[in-house]
């Protein structure tokens, strides 16, 4: 089937080229997509029509050609518009300014990342002692010629002389290990393969603990089932085939698994876990040889993490009895939960933690913005340390024998900034600044508060150029993500400077699902409270336009990931909201997503349609897939993914895409980019960062009518 769409292109001023005022107005004719009518499944009796499950073959032919026929019909739609090199060019000058990390101490060096403006990656240095002469430690750039292959971890021994790292290829999760003498240099071993999602944590200078699972025996590795983690060790100078197995396998089963070597190299610590939420605990002390994996904590049902340890003395992070978090502090002889002590109690912030120099760095989350307070090493509170203002902190943490720490503090106009922090004085001094060109004092961001459809009331931070008139005619991009207990408090971006600067507004809004408000919070978007999530966020749509920030014509949403699906699940339900939805990497499949990689580990969060009747009816009632209705006037959408993405696979995006180019009506273009030799976002260069966005936005402000941007009479 082949689909058509005209588009009416306004007459534009200053910049816009005959040819590219002809080329606007062409038609978009969309690749034929073929449907396949056999493909049905039968869940509980009902039949559901599958037609575009060939899409699913990410090694096919057919779905090669499919995603290059796309990809030439979204570029060369995106090559119409008339501002879209300016954007480019504005960005890659926003993007030129050298980038640093905090820096942090190991063995004889101190070490920092440093990125000169535009390289794809950036490059870790080193000086002997502060002050030193700095050299290049190692530079990612060096790893491929087009900088699509990234690093992806750096562990150190504890003494500093041994290294490994991990290296993505293509932005893929499979990762390789390099290990290396950090003083020299020098590659010590031959390069292990197949790791996925694993630290690496070493065990003294003998080797270290990684975990992985078996690749997938049939089909491609990028989508294939990956369902028991394994947690090795290995030792120094072994070939990777003899590596210990030390938890999982077909005895201990577990989908994910990690472990790690407290700081004074006492205890094994081994986290279990078969979702996204909620772990088993167990702990194996290194000192006394042969001993047990202990089991701490036997159910699935919390969150528990082990921070840190004195001696005989374990601090763990845990919401059992605390949905907020608390910190507890226990020993093997007195191990089960009902036997730990409070250490630092549950408050009604939400609590993430840190140790450094002895001390405990209390993280709160109030409200979706940072709280710090400092606790001495016996739980008692010595102060609060002041910030900037209403923003995110992080970085607050190091070695026990530290006796300063480097933070970074960021909001939504407040670009990174470095701060070095004295332990003992509790004195902040600004380390390092952001060199990106941007005035925070001619913008301005707001937290509100907004009603959702059952009387929940949500926060949102809305940021926006000083001086903008609220009647409704500013373009508004709206995001959010909603699940996962994961938070979204404010950062700094460089790519939304070129929608504030042209009196743009972009709102986040702090959804159910998330972790702003502990588990109650997440646990109220998850499952058969899925409909929530995109309750709210429909509401702080509203909010927007009743306010008269923007108008429908004039909004636009976007996520990414679980993100995706939100934009994806919100288009569906209410195609009238918005002119432009813009879902990256999303899951829109909701009846197969667990079919791939770790998908079914995010159970917690969405159940399953083999769960039960009610579950499978409850998913594809939102199913971004299944509940396009044809005949509809969607909003103009540009699907993002990736060929690499094997977290959330591209064939979410291929089939929502393929569906929505079939029954969407009326003059909206509906595309899908597919980036190459890329995956689900990490490690992803910096020349193709400012090529997507470039392009997200071009289509964002052509889509909400934004017709003369960056011409002449605006310049300066």
């Not at 990762?175 to 393969?193: F, G, P």
């Not at 993500?481 to 404010?490: A, K, Q, V």
């Not at 769960?611 to 005949?631: C, I, Q, T």
């Amino acid at each position: 089937m082949r689909y058509k769409v005209i588009l009416f292109a306004a007459l534009i001023g200053g910049c816009t080229s005959p040819q590219k005022e002809e080329a606007a107005s062409m038609a978009l004719d969309y690749p034929e997509t073929r449907k396949d009518t056999t493909v049905i499944d039968d869940y509980f009796g009902t039949e559901v029509a599958d037609p575009y499950r060939w899409l699913e073959d990410d090694t096919s032919e057919e779905t090669a050609n499919w995603v290059k026929a796309q990809n030439k019909v979204t570029f060369d739609y995106l090559g119409t518009i008339p501002y879209r090199d300016a954007i480019k060019e504005r960005l890659t000058a926003l993007w030129n300014y050298e980038k640093f990390s905090a820096p942090f101490k190991r063995g004889d060096y101190t070490y920092f990342y440093k990125n000169d403006g535009l390289q794809n990656q950036y490059v870790i240095y080193r000086e002997k002692n502060e002050g030193g002469e700095v050299e290049v430690f190692l530079d990612p750039n060096q790893f491929s010629k087009d900088g699509t292959t990234s690093l992806a971890g750096l562990s150190f021994t504890e003494d500093g002389t041994l290294a490994a790292y991990q290296i993505s290829e293509g932005g893929s999760d499979w990762r390789k290990v390099i290990v290396i003498d950090a003083v020299s240099q020098e590659i010590l071993e031959d390069t292990l393969i197949d790791v996925k999602f694993s630290g690496l944590s070493w065990r003294g200078n003998e080797g270290f603990y990684y975990s992985s699972y078996d690749k997938p025996k049939e089909g491609s590795e990028l989508s294939g089932l990956t369902q028991f983690h394994k947690l090795f060790f290995h030792e120094l100078g072994q070939k990777q085939s003899n590596d210990e197995l030390i938890f999982g396998g077909e005895e201990n089963p577990k989908r994910y698994i990690g472990g790690s070597v407290t700081e004074d190299d006492n205890y094994l610590v081994i986290s279990a876990a078969n979702s996204t939420s909620g772990n088993q605990l167990y702990i194996k002390d290194l000192r006394k040889k042969g001993s047990p994996i202990q089991q701490i904590v036997e159910s699935f049902e919390k969150n528990h993490d082990v921070i840190h340890s004195v001696g005989d003395v374990i601090y763990i992070k845990t919401d059992l009895n605390a949905p907020n978090g608390k910190v507890v502090k226990m020993t093997l002889a007195k191990s089960a939960p009902d036997q730990w002590v409070d250490f630092i109690p549950e408050t009604e912030n939400v609590l993430r933690i840190g140790t450094a120099g002895g001390k405990f760095f209390a993280n709160y989350l109030k409200d979706a913005t940072s709280m710090i307070v400092q606790f001495d090493a016996e739980g008692k509170q010595e102060r609060e340390i002041e910030l900037p203002g209403l923003g995110s902190a992080s970085g607050f943490g190091g070695r026990n024998d530290d006796v300063e720490l480097y933070y970074s503090f960021t909001s939504y106009v407040y670009p990174p900034t470095i701060f070095k922090y004295t332990i003992e004085s509790g004195a902040s001094e600004l380390y390092k600044e952001s060199g990106v060109d941007f005035d925070p004092e001619a913008f301005e961001s707001k937290q509100v508060f907004y009603t959702s459809k059952d009387g929940t009331k949500v926060p949102m931070i809305i940021t926006y150029k000083k001086g903008i008139k609220l009647d409704g005619t500013n373009p508004t991009l709206l995001y959010g993500y909603g699940g996962f207990n994961i938070s979204l408090s404010p950062s700094f971006s460089t790519s939304n400077i070129v929608l504030m600067e042209n009196g743009g507004v972009f709102a986040v809004a702090n959804l159910r699902g998330g972790g702003e408000y502990g588990e109650e919070w997440h646990s109220a978007g998850t499952k058969m409270q899925k409909q929530n999530v995109f309750d709210d966020f429909i509401a702080a749509a509203e909010y927007l336009i009743a306010e008269k920030y923007t108008t429908s014509t004039k909004l636009g949403i976007a996520g990414g990931s679980n993100g995706g699906l939100l934009v994806g699940a919100t288009m569906c339900q209410r195609p009238e909201l918005m002119s432009v939805a813009l879902p990256a990497v999303g899951v829109m499949d909701m009846l197969r997503y667990h079919e791939f990689t770790a998908g079914a580990g995010w159970a917690y969060d969405y159940g399953t349609a083999d769960d039960s009747r009610e579950m499978f009816e409850y998913l594809r009632n939102y199913s971004p897939v299944h509940s396009l209705k044809a005949g509809t006037h969607y909003p103009a959408t540009m699907v993002t993914t990736a060929d690499h993405d094997d977290r959330v696979v591209p064939a979410h995006s291929f089939k929502f895409a393929a569906t929505l180019q079939e029954k969407h009506t009326g003059e909206n273009p509906v595309l899908i980019r597919v980036d190459v030799k890329a995956g689900h976002g990490a490690g992803k260069p910096t020349s193709m960062i400012i090529d997507e966005q470039a392009d997200k936005w071009s289509f964002f402000f052509w889509n909400t009518g934004e017709k003369d941007l960056y011409n002449e009479h605006k310049e300066g």
